[in-house]
């Protein structure tokens, strides 16, 4: 079961926030830097992005509470943004709004890598989904280090993004993201499902 649970949270973090997707921008947004400032430019990325994805995963039910909005609610919302993104994805939107945002800029560590496209709003909406829908201690622990594992993999694919733009190409990098954002439109159903059943509808 929680095998089955952290599998789950993988593919929620990994399909939102898309290394491989991001591979090809990091590599478009530090055009004409060293092999050394790019590494440097990846690990603060990675780690701000970390820091904001923290907050919401440990305080965002929280902030929901102060502002009168159930986590039923929220779910509900929630599943409804991640089935949007997905859609997104699917028309390929989501690369052309993630390369306008993309503009280069002297240190784009924090933006646009760190936010909004590593801790963006569908990422932040599903650290507070997942860690929403864990009891107890161990679950919430597991979705953290879920969480720590996507942006490890987010920092190697920077670091490799060269070699891998050219290893899939242009064709082979949409069809991934299509076949990601079926796969995050499948789980944000189940999260507004999740959510409906929370408020006492459907059984």
Request: one cysteine or more; aromatic letters at 8%.
């Amino acid at each position: 079961m929680e095998l089955d649970l952290a599998i789950t949270a993988f593919v929620a973090m990994f399909v939102i926030i898309d290394p491989i997707g991001l591979a090809p921008l990091f590599v478009a947004v530090t055009q004409g830097n060293s092999k050394a400032q790019r590494r440097g430019i990846a690990i603060r990325a990675c780690l701000v992005g970390f820091g904001i994805l923290l907050i919401f995963g440990v305080a965002g039910e929280s902030v929901l509470s102060v502002v009168g909005i159930s986590m039923p609610a929220f779910r509900i919302s929630g599943g409804i943004l991640l089935f949007l993104t997905a859609i997104e994805m699917l028309f390929e939107k989501r690369t052309q709004r993630r390369e306008n945002q993309a503009e280069p800029a002297p240190d784009p560590s924090v933006f646009p890598l760190a936010m909004p496209l590593i801790a963006g709003p569908g990422a932040m909406t599903t650290m507070i989904l997942l860690t929403g829908q864990q009891s107890d201690i161990a679950g919430q622990a597991m979705v953290f280090g879920v969480m720590t594992l996507v942006l490890l993999l987010v920092f190697i694919m920077f670091l490799a993004g060269d070699f891998i733009e050219r290893l899939l190409g242009q064709t082979g990098i949409n069809l991934i993201t299509r076949l990601f954002g079926m796969f995050l439109a499948a789980l944000s159903v189940q999260f507004v499902i999740d959510g409906i059943r929370d408020i006492g509808i459907g059984g």
